[in-house]
């Protein structure tokens, strides 16, 4: 079990620009999170899908962020256009019940 | 508005000693609470959990303590170890999904 796979690790891109960080979820696991790290905020859940289907957006800042999960398998999630204050670490999780979460490393997005 | 609060955003414990560290949270709806730790460059890693039902849960050093009527709870860390240098995140559930708070940044020292 490879475990959550996020890519990329790191990404550095200019203001104004588009940026998609990508999810593998573990096979299995119906339940799928995004979470933004900062540190006046903590993890920041920004939305989250149950077998594909977007549940919650309610944490998404603003309307240049979007999320899609196109199949059970993947997922992305994209911010367009990008902002400074947009920099933090993304993570993803999933889960197959309401507590077994795993997340991946994370992506770590600076605008520039 | 935050509902899961970490008031100390660091502690410093010297190895073998008790590490305490704090989380207070907001909504009563919350049936379920969870701890996280986290080292650098790599995502959160489930640590310990406890149902509203109890009030103490034990896994070897760590022990997570839950007083619903004040809406707090702990986690202790006995004795404290140098690998236990991590961030830790409270979290909490009454639906589906996890709601963390803003962690504490442990250091434990020889």
Redesign the interface.
């Known amino acids: 079990d490879a475990g959550?796979i996020q890519s990329p690790r790191h990404e550095v891109t200019e203001m104004g620009q588009e940026v998609t960080l990508r999810c593998k979820p573990i096979s299995g696991h119906n339940?799928l999170?995004w979470?933004r790290q900062t540190?006046?905020?903590?993890?920041?859940?920004l939305i989250?899908f149950?077998n594909n289907v977007p549940?919650?957006d309610s944490g998404m800042p603003e309307d240049r962020f979007s999320a899609k999960m196109p199949n059970a398998s993947f997922s992305t999630l994209k911010i367009q256009p990008s902002e400074p204050r947009d920099s933090a670490v993304y993570?993803c999780?999933s889960s197959p019940?309401?507590?077994?979460?795993?997340?991946?490393?994370?992506t770590r997005l600076t605008v520039v | 508005d935050q509902q899961v609060k970490q008031n100390s955003p660091s502690l410093s414990v010297q190895e073998g000693r008790i590490s305490i560290l704090n989380c207070d949270y907001t909504n009563s709806m919350f049936d379920y609470f969870l701890w996280y730790k986290k080292y650098p460059a790599e995502g959160p890693t489930f640590l310990i959990s406890i149902s509203s039902i109890k009030d103490k849960n034990e896994d070897g050093r760590f022990t997570v303590f839950l007083n619903k009527s004040a809406k707090h709870l702990s986690l202790h860390i006995v004795p404290s170890q140098p690998g236990d240098s991590a961030v830790y995140f409270c979290a909490a559930s009454y639906t589906d999904k996890l709601i963390f708070g803003t962690g504490t940044r442990l250091q434990v020292f020889p």
């Open positions: 959550v339940s999170f979470y540190m006046m905020r903590g993890l920041e859940l989250y149950n549940i919650d993570f999780a019940s309401a507590y077994g979460y795993t997340f991946g490393s994370g």
